[in-house]
C-alpha cells in the first residue's frame, strides 16, 4: 500500500465487488452446466433403462423359444435313439436266433432220427436226431430254448440299463436348465435393482428436494431394507439383527445432511409418541375396574369391554378394518410401484418367501392380541417394559439361526434388559390380573421377536412397503377367522349391544393413530436411517408411561421406573452397538 498511488484504496473496493460479480457469475454457469449435464446424464440413463427392459424381455421370449425348441429337439432326438436301439435289438435278436438255429441244425443233421422242425407254425426241413444216453424222450426246443431265452434276457437287461442312463442324462439336463434359468432370474433382478440404485443417485446429486422426493419413491436402499416394514404393533419394531452372508445385499448408502438427520429423529420421536398415545387409548377403552377412570382429571370415562381374548381380537379387528381402507392409498403414496410388487409376489410362486410373509403376520397377530390382554391386566408402562424383552430373544435366535454371536455389549444389555424387567413386575396395590398380564407381555414380545426374524428373512426379497400391506392384510384375515372360530366361554366375546358405537370410535382412533404412525416412522427412516430411528424408538416405554401419569393417572413406583430405565439402557446400547457395526462394515 505505501507503493501505491494515493486513490488506488479508492479503486479497492470498486475491483473486489468486480471480481466478486464475476465470480458468482462463474458459479451460477458452472451449476447451470452441471446441472443440465446431470439432467442430460439422467434422460440418456432412463431411455437405456427403457432400452434393457426390452432387451430383457426380448431375451427372455428367446430363452422361451430356444427351451421349447430345445425340449422338442430333445423329445426328437430321443424317438429316433428308441427307434434305432429297437432296430439294433432286433438284428441282434435275428443274428442269435439264425446262430443257434444253425448250430442246432448241425447238430441234429449228424443223428440218425430225423426231426421237422416247425418255427413259428412253418414247417421246417426234416432233421435227423437221436435220443440222448439214459432219456426215454428227447424234446430239441428244450435244448437250444434256454440259451436263445437267456440272450434275450441279457439283450433286454441292457436295453434297460441303456434306457435308465438316457433318462438319468436327460434329467440331469433338465435340472442343468433349470439352475441356469434361476441364476438368468437373479442376475436381471440385480441388474435392475442396480439400476434404480444409479438413478437415484443421479437425481439425488441435482437437488435436495429431488433427492428427496426420488428418494422417498425408489425406496429400496439398505436404509429401509434394513428395519422392520411397518409399525404395526403399539411399539416401535427395532432393527432386526443381521441377515446371514447369503441374504445380505450391499448397496451403496445415500448421504444424508445434518439437517436431515434432525428432521428424522424428530420425526421418530413423534412416531414413538404417536404409539404410546395409542398404547393409553386402548388403556382408556379397556374395562379394568368397575370405577370410570378420570382423563386429564377434568372428566369420566367407563371402560367399554373385558381384556379378555375375544375382545383383543374384536378390537384387533376393528382397528384392522380402518387401516385396510387407509393403508393402500398411504402406501400408493409412498411407493407408486406397491401393487406391481404385489402381483409380481404372488405370481412368483416362491412358496418359501410366502411361508416367511404369512409367517410373520402370524407372529404379528399374535404379538398384538397379547398385548392387548397385558395393558388390559397390568399398568400400560409396565407392559410395554416387559414388552422390550424381545431384543433377547431376538439375538439368542440369531446367535442360533445366523451364527451371528453376541458381543460383550449385546451380553451386558441382555443382562441389564432381564434385570429391568423383573424390577418392574407390579406387586400389588394395582387393578387387573397381574399374573395373566405378566405372561402376556412376555409372550408377546417372545412372538414379536419370531415376526422380526422372519422380517429380516425377507429383506431384500420384498420392498418394505408391499411387505407391510400384506402383512396388515394377513392379520385382518387372522383376526376375522379367530372370531369365526369357537372360542372357549372365558376367551369368547361378551359385549353390550349398548356400547358399540363407542367401541367402534375407539377402532377408529386406533387405526387413524397406527396410519399417523406409520407415516412418521417411514419419514423418520427416509430421513435419519433406520438406526437412529430405531434409538429413539427404545422410548417407549418412558413416553407410554409419562402419558398414562398425565392422561389417566397410573402412577409406577419408584423401582419399577429404576426397572424401566435399565431396559431403556439396555436396548438403547443393542442399537447403539449395532449403528456403530454397520458403520464400520461400510466404512
Not at 285 to 308: D, H, Q, Y
Request: aromatic fraction near 8%.
Amino acid at each position: 500500500m505505501d507503493t501505491q498511488p494515493p486513490n488506488q484504496g479508492a479503486e479497492t473496493p470498486q475491483s473486489a465487488e468486480e471480481v466478486l460479480k464475476s465470480v458468482i457469475e462463474d458459479l451460477d454457469s458452472f451449476r447451470q452446466n452441471m446441472t443440465n449435464n446431470f439432467n442430460e446424464d439422467l434422460q440418456r440413463l432412463r431411455a437405456e433403462k427403457q432400452q434393457l427392459s426390452e432387451d430383457v424381455e426380448r431375451l427372455r421370449q428367446q430363452y422361451e423359444q430356444l427351451q421349447s425348441q430345445q425340449l422338442e429337439s430333445l423329445s426328437q432326438r430321443q424317438i429316433a435313439q428308441q427307434q434305432l436301439w429297437l432296430k439294433q435289438l432286433a438284428q441282434v435278436l435275428a443274428n442269435n436266433l439264425q446262430q443257434q438255429l444253425g448250430q442246432k441244425i448241425r447238430e441234429l443233421r449228424e443223428n440218425s432220427h430225423p426231426l421237422r422242425l416247425e418255427v413259428g407254425g412253418i414247417p421246417g426241413e426234416e432233421l435227423p436226431m437221436t435220443n440222448p444216453p439214459g432219456n426215454s424222450y428227447y424234446d430239441p426246443g428244450a435244448e437250444f430254448g434256454e440259451p436263445l431265452f437267456a440272450t434275450l434276457t441279457r439283450t433286454c437287461e441292457a436295453l434297460e440299463q441303456e434306457l435308465d442312463s438316457y433318462h438319468s442324462h436327460l434329467s440331469q439336463q433338465l435340472n442343468n436348465m433349470r439352475g441356469m434359468e434361476q441364476q438368468g432370474e437373479m442376475i436381471l433382478e440385480t441388474l435392475v435393482n442396480r439400476l434404480k440404485v444409479e438413478l437415484e443417485n443421479t437425481s439425488g446429486v441435482s437437488s435436495v428436494s429431488a433427492e428427496s422426493s426420488q428418494f422417498g419413491s425408489r425406496n429400496s436402499g439398505s436404509t429401509v431394507s434394513s428395519a422392520p416394514p411397518a409399525v404395526t404393533s403399539p411399539v416401535r419394531p427395532p432393527e432386526p439383527p443381521p441377515t446371514p452372508p447369503s441374504e445380505t445385499q450391499v448397496r451403496p448408502k445415500v448421504p444424508k445432511s445434518a439437517s436431515q438427520v434432525q428432521i428424522g429423529l424428530i420425526l421418530a420421536l413423534l412416531s414413538a409418541t404417536v404409539l404410546s398415545l395409542f398404547n393409553v387409548c386402548l388403556k382408556i377403552l379397556l374395562a379394568t375396574s368397575s370405577e370410570p377412570r378420570i382423563i386429564f382429571g377434568l372428566f369420566e370415562v367407563e371402560g367399554l369391554i373385558v381384556p379378555n381374548i375375544g375382545n383383543s381380537l374384536l378390537i384387533l379387528l376393528l382397528r384392522l378394518i380402518v387401516v385396510m381402507l387407509l393403508m393402500p392409498l398411504v402406501a400408493t403414496f409412498l411407493y407408486p410401484a406397491v401393487w406391481t410388487d404385489i402381483e409380481r409376489f404372488i405370481k412368483s410362486k416362491d412358496f418359501a418367501l410366502w411361508a416367511k410373509v404369512i409367517g410373520s403376520a402370524f407372529f404379528l397377530f399374535l404379538s398384538q392380541v397379547l398385548i392387548y390382554v397385558a395393558i388390559g391386566n397390568i399398568p400400560t408402562g409396565i407392559a410395554i417394559t416387559i414388552f422390550f424383552i424381545y431384543p433377547i430373544i431376538t439375538v439368542l435366535a440369531s446367535w442360533g439361526l445366523f451364527g451371528d454371536r453376541p458381543s460383550v455389549v449385546r451380553i451386558f444389555s441382555m443382562v441389564v434388559i432381564i434385570v429391568g424387567a423383573c424390577l418392574t413386575l407390579p406387586s400389588g396395590g394395582a387393578e387387573g390380573n397381574f399374573q395373566q398380564g405378566i405372561l402376556a407381555a412376555g409372550a408377546a414380545g417372545i412372538t414379536f421377536s419370531g415376526y422380526v426374524l422372519l422380517t429380516q428373512m425377507a429383506a431384500g426379497k420384498l420392498h418394505p412397503i408391499p411387505f407391510s400391506l400384506v402383512n396388515f392384510a394377513g392379520i385382518f384375515v387372522f383376526s376375522a377367522l379367530s372370531l369365526i372360530m369357537p372360542l372357549p366361554p372365558t376367551w369368547d366375546v361378551n359385549i353390550d349391544a349398548s356400547i358399540w358405537p363407542g367401541l367402534i370410535v375407539g377402532g377408529i382412533v386406533l387405526g387413524v393413530l397406527t396410519l399417523f404412525s406409520y407415516l412418521l416412522n417411514n419419514f423418520a427412516i427416509r430421513f435419519a436411517g433406520a438406526a437412529r430411528a430405531s434409538i429413539i424408538g427404545t422410548s417407549g416405554p418412558a413416553l407410554t408411561a409419562l402419558f398414562a401419569f398425565v392422561m389417566i393417572q397410573e402412577v409406577l413406583g419408584l423401582p419399577q421406573i429404576f426397572g424401566m430405565i435399565l431396559v431403556i439402557i439396555g436396548v438403547a446400547a443393542m442399537s447403539f452397538e449395532r449403528m456403530f457395526a454397520a458403520n464400520k462394515k461400510t466404512s
